[in-house]
């Protein structure tokens, strides 16, 4: 039983119940993606018990490795109120007792995340957990979440633990099993670095706080603390590492290292009596041009230089790095960011005299590569090709590195997409070819912003921060590649055409540079065709595609709402905020629907001009517009306020007994055939949850339950499947997507499950608003390059004149040329127009 059960059991009757609500049982299953997806900042084994190892994410919760070298997520529980339990800045394994495992976890440390973080204790191994709240914030997505590990266990005295707080807060210490926490004064630098001091929001401009702290277990005896402790901090204008003898009372700066350049990791070799130290300029995980790998000799008391590379091959600062327990002077470290051509890694065998790298290059552009690439349990994830033609595989973000210490063949790494690593390690030192295989199996990270499950073709389509997107035809199988024609750094917007519902249209994130963001596909998402009449530089936002798919519609907030049809360029539409919640009718080629504000508009002219019709309660934000893809004018909005629906094209609303805030909303198949949809919505209806109504929001059964919390309900998405009764999708935003069925009948609780898990949703919603802003930053400026698969259609029969550039060249009821000129191809971009664009 989780300690969230138990919880919840005990407040239940301190609950105020504001509406019955029924339960049912569901069984939740991520939608498989299966190669992580987001950044692994850590990857730590515990020294004492064979195969036990944890990675941690920066917005998805922590993992467990099992032996068949899949993933086993354990923060699934977190729900709205504990939503920043999935950003997880440290992670701790116990080397005395291995059943207990630690999590530091908690968002951001600022306004974005209102909450405090906590230590999360397990004596489970991460089947339960219980806080420890500490008196400050916890940042598992700031800058430098790549450092550490910033908790540690003492290995002799496991009651013993020290914390690295960021911030300016300092090193923490606990004497309970991390119970309770005290501030250790005596360190005479917190960790002072900024990433951007000319930051305003409180994200860059953090102060970096402590970078790691690990013991040294060779100092001391069991049973009493362990006296030598190493302690590195996020600070470049002076001494950043630091030492004490006695157990943390007192500390000394180690000397002979570059203080420009900041410790990410320190990690003992206990036989060499050594600690080694990898450094950059930057705190990561983006950054870093220069760094250096140290070496200190305890014995000795002396620093040496042991950077792997140097001159014009060193343009990079170092992360990963980790040392055979097996093998005294096998030590590995990773080029935190070697962003071009590909990343590296550096092995010694000798304790940093020399070193091999895992590739080198040949003669330029060729490239000896001294392993074998391995994608096949995530097909999606490589290899890129550079512009160049180099072929990219190794990864970027390159803060976690781990040699399994029972096993020297086997070995893991973290990148800013997922995890590689291989059994096969020791060929490095022989045949020099390893196997670099995608083993982050079990491990869904995603951000993920639209879903989409059409009424034919593939169940889902997924638009997600980082990844383009995905058509998921088998929910169970990693798809094979993302959305082709990639321009993005991310997909925000998918809407289907109701009359003609395998052409599709996408919107997507980029920067100028990325050129067009929107894309049509008419096949369902296995083609796409950019769509030249979208501006270029302009990104983000949700788009809506006409019942007969020749109108888009694209609002976002930075650059307002904006219509094209027949793929010609977009026009402002004044009549509408920037940023409306905006839908098409699934019927009725010329009517959009959108609300913002407090009001719901209306387009009947295809979104050229919307009218507002009506007032939505006392709202003021509206989360979502849905229609009833049967019935023209039927239509759902979530709002702050509620839940409101409409027969009439919005000419009046009802607002929904119940539901005091509701955010993404959607409707799926109906409980009988021909009845009405059942709707699904993230709501706060008695308390916050997922919820389905199968008599249009009359009676609601909530389908989450205590283990699956899905985190920030605000930043959240959720989509029926109009083909499955029951069948529901919640994307969420740092866990990939899950797919939920129903598993039992419902149950009309009284005091039970449904009011019991939500005792702070007052807080909760101020979290969620916060949390949609930030969530860019979990990863990866994803460099995918991108292979034109514009799908050109053959034109045998020409009419006439090849048509020139950018010119139409099909469609229904077009006569004109069906060929294009030199260089461009005719594509499909929906039935009504084929354009001549570049091939
Ligand atoms: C120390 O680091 C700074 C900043 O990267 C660099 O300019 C300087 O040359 C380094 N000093 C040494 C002695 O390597
Ligand atoms: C550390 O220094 C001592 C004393 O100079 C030396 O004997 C020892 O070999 C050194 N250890 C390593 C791992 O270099
Ligand atoms: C490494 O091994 C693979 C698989 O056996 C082989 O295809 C590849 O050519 C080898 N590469 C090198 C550099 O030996
Ligand atoms: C909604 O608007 C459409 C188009 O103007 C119209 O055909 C339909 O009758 C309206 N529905 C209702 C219920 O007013």
Redesign the pocket.
């Known amino acids: 039983m989780r300690w969230l059960t138990l919880l919840s059991t005990l407040l239940a009757s301190a609950v105020p119940f504001v509406h019955a609500v029924s339960s049912q049982a569901y069984t939740w299953k991520n939608v498989k993606i299966g190669g992580g997806g987001g950044f692994i900042p850590g990857i730590i084994f515990n020294p004492s018990q064979k195969g036990l190892a944890y990675a941690r994410t920066d917005i998805g919760g922590a993992y467990k490795l099992n032996s068949d070298d899949t993933w086993t997520p354990l923060l699934d529980f977190a729900d709205n109120a504990r939503w920043n339990y999935w950003g997880v800045d440290a992670l701790a394994t116990d080397p005395v007792d291995p059943t207990r495992l630690y999590l530091a976890t908690g968002m951001y440390t600022n306004s974005w995340d209102p909450n405090n973080g906590q230590i999360l204790i397990s004596t489970d191994q991460g089947q339960t957990f219980t806080p420890s709240v500490l008196p400050f914030k916890v940042g598992g997505n700031m800058p430098g979440r790549g450092m550490g590990e910033r908790l540690a266990v003492d290995p002799n005295s496991n009651n013993i633990l020290f914390f690295g707080a960021r911030s300016g807060n300092g090193l923490w210490k606990s004497t309970d099993h991390g119970t309770t926490w005290a501030k250790v004064s005596s360190l005479p630098d917190v960790g002072t670095y900024e990433a951007d001091p000319t930051d305003t929001t409180g994200y860059n401009n953090d102060k970096q706080g402590v970078a790691f702290v690990t013991f040294d277990s060779t100092s001391g005896s069991s049973g009493t603390a362990t006296p030598r402790i190493f302690v590195g901090v996020g600070t470049n204008t002076g001494s950043n590492l630091f030492m004490s003898n006695d157990a943390g009372s007192t500390w000394s700066a180690l000397p002979g290292t570059?203080s420009?350049?900041m410790p990410h990791k320190g990690v003992l070799s206990p036989a060499e009596h050594s600690l080694y130290i990898s450094t950059s300029?930057g705190s990561g995980p983006y950054d870093g041009t220069?760094g250096?790998l140290y070496k200190y000799n305890i014995t000795s008391g002396t620093m040496a230089n042991i950077t792997p590379v140097s001159g014009g091959d060193l343009y990079f600062g170092f992360g990963g790095l980790a040392v055979d327990l097996q093998k005294p002077g096998t030590v590995m470290v990773a080029a935190l960011n070697c962003w071009w051509p590909d990343g590296n890694a550096f092995r010694s065998t000798d304790g940093g005299q020399t070193w091999t790298r895992l590739w080198d290059w040949a003669s330029y552009p060729t490239m000896n590569r001294f392993y074998t690439y391995d994608d096949s349990l995530a097909p999606w994830l490589g290899p890129d090709v550079t512009a160049s033609g180099i072929v990219t595989q190794i990864g970027w973000m390159m803060e976690a590195l781990a040699i399994d210490p029972f096993d020297s063949n086997h070995w893991l790494y973290g990148t800013g997409a997922t995890i590689y690593g291989g059994h096969d390690l020791l060929k490095w030192d022989t045949t020099r070819n390893v196997t670099i295989k995608s083993l982050a199996d079990g491990i869904e990270e995603t951000a993920v912003q639209a879903l989409l499950s059409p009424p034919t073709g593939p169940s889902l389509l997924s638009g997600l921060l980082d990844e383009e997107g995905f058509v998921h035809s088998n929910l169970n199988v990693a798809p094979s590649s993302e959305f082709a024609t990639s321009t993005s750094t991310g997909i925000t917007g998918l809407d289907y055409a109701g009359n003609s519902p395998a052409t599709i249209v996408r919107v997507g994130n980029g920067d100028a540079s990325d050129g067009k963001q929107i894309a049509i596909s008419p096949d369902s998402g296995t083609t796409w065709n950019l769509d030249y009449g979208s501006p270029d530089g302009v990104s983000g936002g949700k788009v809506a595609i006409s019942a007969d798919g020749d109108i888009v519609l694209w609002s976002s907030s930075s650059n307002g709402v904006q219509v094209s049809q027949y793929t010609n360029a977009f026009t402002t539409v004044s009549t509408l905020p920037a940023g409306a919640a905006i839908a098409s009718d699934k019927k009725v080629d010329s009517i959009f629907y959108a609300g913002s504000g407090s009001s719901f508009y209306l387009s009947t002219d295809g979104g050229k001009t919307f009218t507002a019709t009506s007032k939505l309660g006392s709202s003021s934000s509206v989360s979502k517009v849905i229609v009833n893809p049967s019935v023209t004018g039927d239509v759902w909005v979530s709002t702050d306020t509620g839940l409101f629906h409409s027969t009439n094209n919005g000419t009046t609303f009802t607002a929904i007994s119940g539901v005091t805030q509701a955010w993404s909303i959607s409707l799926g198949a109906p409980a009988t055939t021909g009845g009405y949809p059942a709707v699904f919505a993230i709501a706060n209806i008695g308390s916050v949850g997922y919820f389905r109504s199968d008599d249009q929001g009359s009676t609601w059964v909530q389908i989450n339950d205590a283990a699956h919390g899905f985190g920030s309900a605000g930043a959240n998405v959720i989509s029926g499947d109009p083909r499955i009764y029951g069948r529901v999708y919640v994307g969420t935003n740092g866990r990939g997507i899950f797919y939920g069925d129903t598993a039992g009948t419902t149950v009309t609780s009284s005091a039970s499950a449904s009011s019991s898990s939500h005792t702070t949703s007052s807080s909760s919603s101020s979290s969620s608003s916060s949390k949609t802003t930030s969530s860019m930053s979990t990863s990866s400026s994803h460099t995918t390059s991108t292979v034109s698969s514009t799908s050109s259609s053959p034109s045998t029969s020409s009419t006439g004149a090849a048509q020139g550039a950018y010119g139409q060249c099909g469609g229904n009821g077009w006569t004109g040329a069906t060929t294009c000129v030199s260089g461009y191809s005719c594509v499909v971009q929906n039935a009504y127009y084929s354009q001549c664009v570049p091939s």
């Open positions: 570059n420009s350049w300029d220069l250096a």
